[in-house]
């Protein structure tokens, strides 16, 4: 390594270090809990998923103090601006609205919507016509929805993704708008439902939430994002839950 390669790096090093010390202590982040395969409460009533794990590597990056906590869906951007914990890791999509109370780090995964519906029904997102169709509330499926199929569809919409999973199997619903990560993992565990036509690709990507202005811990969270991209962490955990890269 030259002179200049070893300033570049002890430079990089001294910011990273710098921004990590200023992690709150403990680190306090909430996720759902409730949006397998992201988040999840698991048999032991302890919180599992995509999301807890990419949360838990990001804290050993940062050496951070981490308490992970569940909050519900509607209360959770409230709860963060509120000072009830420091971030958010629960599988949220980065939009301009969210930003105008809240910012994000860069995205940790990219996601697209799909549409669910019982096998030989619905065909895809452009058969919804009369049809009643689901989605979870303040979700940029349920935004999809309004905003796609408002007065040609009867809209229902759920506090939970598990709720609008009941309606859908009890046949109140023709069809379901969902992230397609977790509609794929729903759908492994029944039968006689189906992903109905091609996904919707609507630019979504997942970041993490944090109050506005607090640029040393957005820095913190980059910087280990970054570096679990490289040293292989997040493809494990990845693989874990998915056959594609999902970032």
Known sequence: MNQVSRW????????????????PNPLRIATEGAYPPFNTVDANGQLAGFDVDIAKALCAEMKANCQLVAQDWDGIIPALVA?????????????????????????????????????GGTKGPSDLNGKTVGAQRST????????????????????????????????RLDAM??????????????????????????????????RQNNNELKAAFNAAIDAIRANGVYAAINAKYFSADIY
Do not use: H
């Open 8 to 23: 570049a790096a002890s430079a990089l090093l001294a910011v990273t270090s710098a921004a990590w010390a200023e992690i």
């Open 83 to 119: 000072n009830k914990y420091d971030a958010i890791i629960a599988s949220m999509s980065i939009t301009d609205e969210r930003k105008q109370t809240i910012d994000f780090t860069n995205k940790y995964y990219s996601n697209y919507l799909a549409v669910i519906a019982p096998t």
């Open 140 to 171: 940029l499926a349920s935004q999809w929805a309004e905003d796609n199929l408002m007065g040609r569809a009867t809209i229902k919409l759920y506090d939970t993704q598990t709720a609008a999973y009941a309606d859908l199997q009890a046949g």
């Open 177 to 210: 708008v969902s992230d397609i990560y977790p509609a794929m993992d729903w759908l492994s565990t029944v039968t006689g439902f189906q992903l109905a036509g091609e996904k919707i690709d609507i630019n979504d990507q997942i970041g993490i939430g944090i």
